[in-house]
């Protein structure tokens, strides 16, 4: 299972750390993905983080701004997010696949979290 958590409401500028915590399964054999969706538009993926923690790839739109990393001792993967735009305003979440790559396609995971909310001001 896979839960997300730390959303919130930011001002524009502001940060907000997203946290997705794991169990069952063997975390540290996946590779862990974030992805978003906001109202009226298709998921779309914002950064992965490959099972070692040693290769991440980013949205151009997030790029600079968002870091994804990971703790396999606490079977968490966080989300970092900086420099927030109204733009970033989506429900996000996070995914898992037994993968060796950096998968960035939605239909590439094979489980999903319940999101979480992240709303950003003007």
């Known amino acids: 299972q896979l839960q997300a958590s730390g959303g919130g409401l930011v001002q524009a500028g502001g940060s907000l750390r997203l946290s997705c915590a794991t169990s069952?399964?063997?975390?540290?054999?996946?590779?862990m993905g974030w992805f978003r969706q906001a109202p009226g538009k298709e998921r779309e993926f914002v950064a992965v983080?490959?099972?070692?923690?040693?290769?991440?790839y980013y949205a151009d739109s997030v790029k600079g701004r968002f870091t994804i990393s990971r703790d396999n001792a606490k079977n968490t993967v966080y989300l970092q997010m900086n420099s927030l735009k109204p733009e970033d305003t989506a429900v996000y979440y996070c995914?898992?696949?037994?993968?060796?790559?950096?998968?960035?396609?939605?239909?590439?995971?094979?489980?999903w979290g319940r999101g979480t909310q992240v709303t950003v001001s003007s």
């Open positions: 069952g399964g063997t975390f540290s054999s996946y590779a």
């Open positions: 995914a898992a696949d037994f993968s060796t790559g950096l998968p960035s396609k939605g239909y590439e995971y094979h489980y």
């Open positions: 983080i490959s099972w070692g923690g040693g290769r991440t």
